[in-house]
């Protein structure tokens, strides 16, 4: 079967439609054990004046009421921030509204309801264009490669600068289906920012969560009460299959009041088992929030897709649990969550430090680049006085060139053979003050690279962006922080773990004070009479998954 025809049967939903009874509202998957993006809001970042697109099976209700401005006594006013369009020529149903489609449409724009006036979405004062990419013919539910481009050309005409997009196929690589090709071309070409859910119920991520130049998401399920601090079961782990670090971030996916069908004041609670469909949408909310601010700023470069992309994984939140419910401390990638949680905040303020340049000493403790590099060229940047114990941590991508050999389309199809990949080789190196390497990343395969290790002497770091292509530029964002050791680390190393927990332990069963049978039951972590290593190793990861000191901003 070519590009040009995918049959329903193999276009699945990145979830399935469940109803529960309580929830939370989407106040809580913004707050700071969430995306958190409500700071962001609060900094007067929602999105005004950025558009997002939204492609899956059919459309948003732009009807609804969290698509409306309100009056003061919360009633519509105006008209609706949600557009549809059909690339599909569908003359029997041209507009499609689903609740699928409409709950995502919310997580991304919603503006409340009248006895909803808190459930707001990632970017409340954004733009949708929601298009649908299927239609049905007499053998059934369809969709053609063409509509896909028709809905990106749309897209592009109205500035959207986010794609999200609500379905995935059920293919973990797409060899015969150049879907990748086609997410990467615009994302390379029009500097588009594709938001893609890792996807659901696979052992590695599905189109499109295998894009190269877009941003992976997996799926966070709440561990207590507003606090998302663990992989759903549903999502999808990495890497690919041909070996690319994917997802790269994971967000909130359960317990979200959204918007749905029915009528235009429904709401419904959906996300339960971390689908990938809830968890993509707040990653292009916190994308668009950024943007917003870019488009603010004098910096010219700090809209661009790679930027964003830098300052959204370098400022990832690691300390989440994996699917099985083992702590990921420690790892700079995961296969379940990725870099780590989405962290609004955090990403807005690195975005918002100065740029760097090479070959150009800085003393910024936090800052970012965006520089295009020649075949087999060097950037070096030097981050002068880093103290000993503090962390250093740098995230370098870049997009892979996609270009069309032909006019699209041709005879009605695509050829997988007139897109095609044109990837540079980028390495990260990182040298001490002495000039001896202390990190190197040389991915074969991938666009994204990532240092997180304890600086063990002071002084002048070196960070060396080299392109190892004989032929091919590449343009790449670059963002970097130093993380201030943690005040409650008793070894001074910057990282409290059982070596500490163990001078805590002895010291405190030495005290006779505590060694009575009422501290006995009241200390005791885990219930058994007996103060022992056991429960230090409780409070050891709890401690590092709840403690906002754990990569602090500066």
Known sequence: MKYGQVVLQQLILAIFFQIAQIGYPLAQSAGPDGCNIQAVHNLGYTGQGVSIGLISLEHCLISHEAFYDKDVEGNPIGDSHAHWYDPTSDTANPYEPSGHDTSIAGILASRGGKLYPDFLGMAPDSEVYSSKITKVIASGRVTYGPWFKKSLDHFRDNQCRIVVTGIQLSLEDDNEYPFTLLYDYYAYQYDMIFANAAGNDKDSPTIFGTAWNGITTAGLVTTEPDAYRRVGSRSNPGPTTDGRLKPDISGPAKDLQVPTTGSDTAWKIEGFKGETSWSAPHTAGVATALIGYANASLEPDDGHGVVIK????????????????????????????GYGRLDALRALQLLSQPKIVPDLPTEQTAGWAYQTLLPSQTHTYQISGIPVQNRLVVTLTWHRRVQWKDKWPRNGIIDPGELTAYPADLDLYIDDPGGQPCFTDQLTQGNLEKADFLISQSGDYQILVINQSSSETATYALAYEQIEPIPADFNVDSIVNGDDLSELSFAWLQDPHLLNDESRLRLDLIPDGIIDLNDFSHLLQFWLMTDPRYYPWP
């Open 310 to 337: 830098a300052v959204l994984i370098n400022s990832a939140f690691p300390n989440v649990l994996d699917k099985s419910g083992n702590s990921t401390t420690g790892q700079i990638w995961d296969p379940s969550r």
